[in-house]
Structure formats: structure tokens, C-alpha cells
């Protein structure tokens, strides 16, 4: 299955945010493009295989039971991230997706979005809070940030 998206890096957190969900992920291999992950967002888990860079990934995703998802999380060792993510209605059927990461990336703030093809995608305008755009830059993929953290050209915000 192919997955259409783009990423930013979140300029300005958005007031009246719900409570999120919990997610942590882990990454169990990385072979290039190719990554293999589990996630628990708030007790849901799942195997996910993604494949490629850029605006459209091919990805796949299998549900686990919890027994499953934790012979998994130990192999992912160091790998891993945890966030909260924020589902946020952008109108036209449009959902972004707001993370705000903990751990040693606590102060990052990254939203994505998921359209239903390159042309959408393409003709998108994001709002001013959505802030530079990632999409397909190196350094800024969930399993880049859980192997090496964030890219060392981009500081900390300080707010």
C-alpha cells in the first residue's frame, strides 16, 4: 500500500490540543530505506514495514497481539522513540497529525499529513503554525530520530 505524506516541523503549538494519544515506537531493522517497526499507541499495536523516502512511501501494517509487540520491543534495543500525537481536522477531509516528543527529543514538535494522492498533496497549503517543511529530508524520519536523534544542524527551540 502506498502512503502519500508530508511532514513539517511544527513552528507554534496550536492552543486547545485534546489529550493525545500515547505512542512509542521501536525500530527492529533499518536497512536503508526500508524500516521495520512495532508501535503501542495506547495499547494498540501493530508491525509496520515502510519503504522508500519522499513524499510517497510504500507502507504495510499488520496488527499484533500484546504478547507479539513485546518479543518485538526488546529487539528493537536504543531505537526507539516515544510522543504524543494529536489528531487535528484541517478541513476537506484533511487530518494533521501533531507529535511532541519525549524523551531526549522532548522539545520537538513535528506534524504530518496523510492525502489521498500525490496531486492532493502537491496542491496542499499548510498553515503558518506547520512551520519548514521535512518532507523527504535527511535526518527526519521516526527511525532516523530513535537511531541518531535530531540532525545536529537544527538546535533546540528554546520555547
Do not use: C
Amino acid at each position: 500500500m502506498s502512503e502519500v505524506e508530508r511532514k513539517f516541523r511544527v513552528a507554534e503549538v496550536p492552543g486547545g490540543l485534546d489529550a493525545g494519544a500515547r505512542l512509542r515506537q521501536g525500530y527492529v531493522a533499518i536497512d536503508g530505506d526500508v524500516e521495520v517497526r512495532v508501535r503501542d499507541e495506547d495499547g494498540d499495536h501493530t508491525l509496520t514495514v515502510k519503504g522508500g523516502s519522499g513524499l510517497e512511501r510504500t507502507e504495510v501494517e499488520v496488527p499484533l497481539d500484546p504478547d507479539r509487540f513485546d518479543e518485538l520491543w526488546g529487539l528493537a534495543g536504543e531505537r526507539r522513540i516515544d510522543k504524543v500525537r494529536h489528531r487535528v481536522p484541517l478541513g476537506d477531509g484533511l487530518t494533521a497529525e501533531l507529535d511532541l516528543y519525549g524523551g531526549g527529543l522532548d522539545w520537538l514538535a513535528v506534524v504530518e499529513v496523510e492525502f489521498p494522492d500525490r496531486a492532493t498533496a502537491e496542491a496542499f497549503t499548510p498553515p503558518a503554525w506547520f512551520g519548514d517543511e521535512l518532507t523527504g529530508q535527511a535526518g527526519w524520519s521516526n527511525a532516523a530520530l530513535a537511531t541518531h536523534g535530531a540532525p545536529p544542524t537544527v538546535p533546540p527551540s528554546s520555547g
